[in-house]
């Protein structure tokens, strides 16, 4: 289709211009006219055809569009664009935003750190989408002169970089928000000895200290130069050790409450310095408050005198990833309201459970979640993208995520078939095949019906064949088909996604290394106990040997997916993992072979009880698979 505009700027045009590819459709002279006009709340796209007199032909005479902001705009011209290919005859589609602020967070701290291009590819897909925010979660990974140390070898962003794409997002209607931290989560640039002074412990800055706050401020003036944008997220989360290393021993002990808040006064008064509207996590003030130390007590009513002791200019960030209840959403932002600060909800689109997006229980939780936002009022909701242990999975693996977000800001319509048909648009994706990126984390055993953020696909890759620590929550018997099974499926799913199909490369890759790997170390013990020298004799050469080819399939898979969409710094922990798998599956095939030989006259690892990992009774009906992410803890229980 092509559309000749009138009624845009030229920056307006040019922003049309930026999404039409992604659209299919083609702006310029000789097209169906559209008019854009002004509006002042929301967006309106109207066609109507008339029939003229004189031959009875049928002819389109007007297709209008009325749009308040860039971001409507953009989303109207992605729904022109569907609903001419859909839709045959008159329509007026309205849609009035729900949230004032509709964001996504996507993390670049965890190793993985976006490209440029990835960034722009992202932000035109959340530009049709109908996003209007963007932050970069960098604790360490952008470029403050005078401190060649932070973000060092990290694949940081320079200033030449934050001012692209800063440019680039505005031209589209997204604010690039900073997104920093100043207080903790920043273990990255405390390994350097240069930095030893700034420590408190873990990875908290010392409060109080006069040279924290010079590297605050030289934060903040480095993102004040290059973000045009007057918010700023200063982290402030998960410091539940603030104030117990130098700081102790410095000061003696103290509250933590009282030290948050001199903290917090502190880099606040910075913030003013530089025109900043301050965004942080909320959750130190809950759990501070409570007395199990939990964020979500569904008993506590926060403090007076911790409420007004918030300087009214910070933006109070709610953040909660996990829910399926509504019930603890209605309390949350019940207690978040009886602070005298603005409030952001910041939900979560699951990409850091491994390499394997954990994207139906996400669905589930939005779908959970917004109900509560739009029924409470909540007019800033961000969606978060984290990359914890790694940032092993793609980034693009959350769009259905994101579009349910979109979906619940603007047309309230949360279902399959809304969600499905407007990821098709704006991402040129099919709802479905993306759903099924996770099925890795499927196997036949499971039993939650998507009520856990499960991510078994991460312990069954990684977990040692001969240590056997995850074999008790393995269904013996059955996981190795399945994922065998699953093998076709993606590969279908391919080709019904073309412009994703490294995406689905991986996960095929990673389910052809399961169909192998899931069972391995059971089938390795039961060989070994039952003394079957046959079996063994087979795992060892022919079964290991085929699953180290297919692990060098899936190495090169995920090594095309992450120089794709990101730098390569960060690619070199990946191979780590995988050559130490590599390792470990011929340290097996080697210690069998011995046996069968003779030259080892037991297998002490395989004569080991295994115990279920999470501890559990042995008459326990708890579904078998579980959660685990921390990879130092699947693959031994040595030191490390």
């Known amino acids: 289709m092509k559309y000749t505009l009138s009624g845009l700027s030229m920056e307006e045009q040019r922003a049309v211009a930026e999404v039409a590819p992604l659209l299919r459709i083609e702006i310029g002279s000789g097209g169906t006219p559209v008019t854009f006009i002004q509006g ?69 701290s965890r190793n993985a750190v976006m490209t440029n291009d990835s960034v722009k590819k992202m932000c035109r897909i959340l530009a049709v989408m109908g996003y209007n925010t963007l932050m970069l979660y960098t604790e360490d990974t952008y470029e403050i002169e005078g401190e ?33 931290q100043t207080l903790a989560h920043l273990q990255a640039m405390l390994r350097w000895p240069a930095y030893d002074v700034l420590r408190d412990c873990n990875d908290i800055l010392t409060v109080g200290d006069e040279r924290t706050y010079a590297l605050i401020d030289k934060m903040l003036s480095t993102m004040s130069q290059n973000l045009r ?55 130190l003030f809950f759990s501070m408050s409570s007395p199990t130390e939990a964020y979500y007590d569904m008993e506590l009513e926060i403090p007076e005198s911790v409420i007004e002791k918030v300087p009214p200019e910070i933006t109070l960030a709610y953040w909660d990833y996990y829910h399926i209840d509504r019930k603890i959403y209605d309390h949350m932002i019940d207690q978040h309201h009886r602070f005298h600060n603005p409030v952001l909800f910041a939900g979560g689109a699951w990409r850091w459970g491994g390499l ?15 109900p509560a936002l739009r029924e409470k009022g909540m007019d800033q909701v961000i ?30 319509d949360t279902g399959d078939g809304q969600v499905s048909r407007r990821l098709r648009t704006c991402a040129d994706a099919d709802l479905a095949g993306f759903l099924d990126l996770d099925l890795a984390n499927y196997p036949p055993d499971r039993s939650d019906v998507d009520s856990e953020s499960i991510n078994c696909s991460r312990y069954l890759l990684y977990q040692d064949p001969l240590l056997g620590l995850f074999d008790r929550h393995i269904g013996e018997g059955i996981t190795d088909q399945c994922y065998a099974g699953y093998v076709p499926v993606l590969e279908q799913r391919e080709k019904e996604n073309p412009a994703w199909a490294y995406l689905f490369e991986t996960q095929k890759a990673l389910c052809h290394v399961l169909a192998l790997k899931s069972e391995l170390g059971i089938r390795l013990k ?28 899936l190495t090169e898979a995920q090594r ?53 990992f999470d501890g559990r009774a042995e008459d326990s009906d708890w579904p078998t698979v579980i959660q685990r992410n921390v990879w130092s803890d699947m693959v031994t229980v040595n030191t490390l």
């Open 383 to 412: 969606v978060t993208a984290w990359g914890d242990n790694g940032s092993e999975c793609s980034f693009f693996s959350i769009l259905p995520t994101l579009q349910t977000y979109a979906e619940g800001c603007w047309s309230g």
């Open 148 to 180: 060649p140390y932070f973000g060092y070898l990290r694949g940081r962003y320079t200033a030449a970089d934050l001012k692209e794409l800063d440019d680039y997002a505005a031209l589209l209607g997204i604010e690039l928000v900073p997104c920093i």
């Open 40 to 108: 002042s709340d929301g967006l309106t796209v109207t066609r109507r055809d008339v029939t003229r007199p004189s031959d009875g032909r049928a002819t389109v005479i007007s297709r209008t569009v009325v749009y308040s902001s860039r971001a409507a705009l953009l989303r109207a011209v992605s729904l022109l664009a569907e609903n001419d290919r859909l839709t045959r005859g008159d329509y007026e589609i309205s849609e009035t935003p729900a949230f004032h602020t509709l964001g996504a967070m996507l993390d670049n």
């Open 560 to 612: 095309r997916q992450w120089l794709t969409e990101n730098r390569p710094f960060g690619l070199d922990v990946q191979d780590l993992r995988y050559g130490g798998l590599r390792a470990r599956l011929q340290q097996a095939a080697r210690r069998v072979r011995e046996y069968l030989e003779g030259t080892a006259e037991r297998l002490e690892e395989l004569e080991a009880d295994r115990l279920y």
């Open 229 to 283: 944008s007057r918010r700023i997220n200063i982290g402030m989360d998960e410091a539940g050790m603030l104030g117990r290393g130098q700081y102790l021993l410095k000061n003696g002990y103290r509250d933590r409450k009282e030290i948050m808040l001199e903290h917090l006064s502190r880099v606040v008064e910075l913030c003013r310095r530089y025109g900043y509207q301050p965004i942080m996590w909320s959750d």
């Open 526 to 553: 039961k060989a070994y106990d039952t003394k079957d020298r046959a079996a063994l004799a087979a795992l060892a050469e022919k079964d290991i040997p085929e699953l180290l080819v297919r692990l060098d399939a």
């Open 356 to 370: 394997t997006p954990i994207g139906r229980f996400g669905q589930r939780v939005a779908r959970t979640a917004i």
